[in-house]
C-alpha cells in the first residue's frame, strides 16, 4: 500500500506499474532513485552540523579516555603489556581521530567537551545539591546559610542567580569562541601554523610535565598581575565592570567562577589560560589535560565548601578565593596565591601558613626526627654489632694458637 512520505517523492512513471510488469523492466530503469525533495536536503543541512559534532564529541573522548592517565605518565618506569596495549590502542584512536577530521574541529570540540566534562556538569551538580538539599549542603559549606543562594530565596533572587547561571555559561562558551577565532587568525588570515599542535605523534610523558609546570607559573603571575593592576585599579573602566559584576557576589558558589563582564572574564580567566599554551605552542593532548586541571580548580575553589580533594592545595585555594570575594577584593589576586605570598597581598591567611598547618596537621615534623633516631639507633647496632664479631674472632683465633 502507498504511504506518503513527505521527505521523498518519486518522478519515475516506471515506479508506478504493477510489480508483476516491473519485473520485466532492466534492473537499472527499476532502481533509478528518486530525488530529494528541498525540505530532505534542508533536514540534511541542518542535522548534518549536529550529527557531525556529535561523532566528532564521541571520538574525542573515546580517545582522550582510552588511556589510563597514570598508566601514560609512568610508561617509562613501569612498562608491561597491558600498558604498551593500552598505549596502542589510543595512538590508534588518537591517530584516526587527527586524520578523519580537521584538526580545528577536534581541538575546539575536545576543548568544549572538557570544560563541560569537568567544569560545567560538576558545577551544575554541586548547585543542584545545594538548592535541592540545603540542610546537608549547609553543614558543609565554608560560609553556612550564606553560601545557599536560593535557600529562602524570593522570585527577585532567584531570577538574579539564573542571570548569574546564564552569564557564567555564556563566557564558558565565549571563551572557547575566542579560541577557535584565534585558530582561524593563525591559520587563514595570516598563513601561520595554529597556536596548538594537532598532530598524530603523542607527547612525552616529561614534555607533558614540562609543559604544565611552565604554563601553570606562567598563569600565575599573568593572571596576579591583570587581576590586580587592570581589575582592581580605580582608574580603570575594567575595574568598574569587575566591580559591579563578579563582586557584586557576597559569597562565591557553584558557577560563579566563570561569572563576570565578558571583557573582564576574558582578561582575568581566558587570556592567563590560553596564552601561555599558545606561547609554548602545547600539543593538543596537553592541552586538554591543563585544561582539564584548570577547570576542577575553578570547580571546587567556587564550590564553597570547606572540604575539597587535596585539602592542601585545593583547599587553600577555596579559602583564599573566598577571602577574595567577601573581602571585596582587597588581596588574594593570583589563582593560587604564591604571587600573593611574595608580594604581601595575602588576605586571610597565605600559601606560607597553609605548608606550616598541613606539617603540622601530618606531624611531619615528629615523622623526621623520629625517622633520625631510628636510623641512629640502626646505625649504632651495627657498629656495635661488627666490632663485637671482631672481637669474638680473635678469641677463637687465639685459643686455636694454644
Known sequence: MYSFNPFQYDLNPLHQLPHSLQAYLPSALRATPPPETYLAQAWTTLSSPITGTYTSVRHVMDAFFALPVLSFLFIPAFSSYSTSLN???FYLTWSTLVLSHPPLRVEIIGTLAVRLLFYVL?????????ALLPSAAESLKAMGDAGLPLKGAKRSRMKETGKIVAWSLGNVLLSVL???GVELLFTDALGMKSALKVTTTLPMPWGIAKDLLKAFAMR???GYTLHRYLLHSSSTPLSSLHRTWHHALSVPYPLTATYDHPLPHLLQTFLPTFLPALLLRMHLLTYLLYTALLSLEQTFAYSGYSTVPTNFILGGIARRTDMHVVCNGEGNFGPWGLCDWVCGTSVGGDVGEDVVEEVRKHDLEGKVE???QRGRKK?????NGGFG???KGRGKAGRQES
Open 178 to 180: 575566542l579560541q577557535a
Open 122 to 130: 560538576p558545577s551544575l551538580f554541586f548547585f543542584c545539591f545545594d
Open 220 to 222: 600565575e603571575i599573568l
Open 87 to 89: 598505549l596502542l590502542f
Open 379 to 383: 646505625a649504632a647496632g651495627a657498629m
Open 389 to 391: 664479631g671482631k672481637g
Open 370 to 372: 623520629r625517622g633520625v
